[in-house]
């Protein structure tokens, strides 16, 4: 036996999201910011991994994991694709996936707004909008209405302090420049003033960005609560496990307080936060320090480093006071060898974490196959599985059986 141990009703998964998976979001903000001239996106979505058609295999694929939990998002943008006229089609099609869902023994947890929105609500000025937080929370009792009653977590935002985050990651000035171009270009060719959208955003629009989404997901939450009060609601944060070397406690603590406290602090009022955990960065007096010569280093450049998890649960669960629930949590590399060593000692530390006193709800792998990473395109690697760009044929990585293995092993009475 190992010596981590997890609570009988852990939720084990894998985590995913529409636009990265389903292919033709041709409704969605994000679409139409792939296809403006200039564009930060290196790449276009397209089909993705045709998720849409593809999502039965793919449940059978979760559930061949011996997992007990997928984590997978509603697209506003096919919910609701002209304001104020709502798809039955696409209500159809997710209701189908949490009833597949539940049918494999796996727990829907539903996510209500990864990253992309309609392109109507772009045109609006997005999160900028006064009236956002009542046409999100309209959305979102349309969708609990349909289904509502047969999911197991609701998500309202996925990584909502991503913009702020960014602004540490020692990005180009060219990146943000591109940013602020891309939207103009939407903003010309949608005929409006200002284009905005939930993950490519100028730093002046912050601020309003994090107020509007702030009120929408009070707004929300309220919704969802109304139609079932039973039903436990949180947002997802993007979150590093920031440490310090002696000197350098300042330099970490002011980053804490502008990325991830606003936020944790809103989720004092939740039923649980989501982590997003994907590396460790350590701080001197002078900054971020270099990762240590011969250190293994994931596609962002920093090391691998399993106890990151550790570390961004113990910290979320420090300042929001709430159940943990981890929504995210992997490496991106080409190398599938440092995946699947990277899984289980990261789990021992989350043992770890659960041991002194952190309730954790449950764990989800990003994420079950290789897919469209947003403004990079296609690719960054952290799929348990291959995708065939041609034939979107499926095939699993030596990872995927890794993570089989750990999850029987800690799941004794499945």
């Known amino acids: 036996m190992p010596a981590a141990s997890f609570p009988a009703d852990f939720l084990w998964g894998v985590a995913t999201a529409g636009h990265q998976n389903e292919g033709d979001n041709v409704t969605s903000d994000t679409w139409f910011l792939e296809n403006v001239t200039p564009t930060v996106f290196q790449a276009r979505s397209g089909k993705a991994t045709n998720g849409w058609e593809l999502w039965e295999s793919d449940l059978d694929i979760v559930a061949g994991l011996g997992l007990n939990a997928y984590r997978f998002s509603v697209e506003w943008a096919r919910v609701e694709p002209v304001e104020g006229e709502f798809s039955s089609e696409a ?78 990651a020692d990005l180009p000035p060219f990146v943000a420049e591109l940013e602020r171009a891309t939207l103009a270009a939407a903003s010309e060719a949608a005929g409006v003033e200002r284009y905005r959208a939930g993950n490519v955003m100028t730093r002046e629009d912050f601020a309003g960005m994090r107020a509007g989404m702030t009120a929408a997901h009070t707004a929300a939450k309220a919704a969802i609560k109304q139609r079932r009060a039973d039903l436990p609601v949180g947002l997802s944060l993007a979150m590093c496990d920031d440490v310090a070397v002696p000197g350098g406690e300042g330099v970490r603590d002011r980053k804490r307080a502008e990325v991830y406290d606003y936020w944790l602090r809103l989720a004092a009022d939740d039923d649980f936060v989501g982590v997003q955990n994907y590396e460790r960065l350590v701080y001197g007096p002078d900054g971020l320090l270099p990762a240590p010569e011969g250190a293994v280093l994931n596609g962002m450049g920093t090391t691998v480093d399993p106890d990151s998890l550790r570390g961004a649960v113990e910290y979320a669960y420090a300042v929001a006071g709430v159940p943990i629930l981890v929504s995210e949590h992997g490496v991106s590399t080409p190398d599938d060898r440092i995946r699947a060593d990277f899984i289980e000692p990261s789990l021992e530390g989350l043992a770890l974490a659960i041991a002194d006193g952190v309730p954790v709800l449950g764990y989800c792998h990003w994420t079950l196959m290789d897919n469209f990473e947003w403004i990079f395109g296609y690719g ?30 800690y799941r004794p009475e499945a």
Not at 123 to 130: E, I, K
Not at 146 to 157: A, S
Not at 382 to 402: C, I, N, Q, W, Y
Request: include cysteine.
């Open 91 to 168: 209500l159809d099609h997710y209701e189908a996936i949490v009833d597949g869902c539940r049918a494999r023994g796996l727990a829907p947890i539903v996510t209500f707004n990864h990253f992309t929105s309609p392109h109507w609500f772009a045109g609006r000025g997005a999160w900028l909008d006064p009236e956002a937080p009542e046409l999100f929370a309209r959305y979102c009792a349309v969708v609990m209405d349909r289904f509502g009653d047969r999911i197991e977590l609701g998500v309202t935002f996925n990584e909502p302090d991503l913009p702020e985050m960014l602004t540490w």
């Open 380 to 409: 960054p690697r952290l799929g348990l599985h291959e995708v065939d760009p041609e034939t979107f044929a499926r095939t699993e990585k030596p990872s995927a059986d890794v993570y089989r293995q750990l999850v029987g092993r």
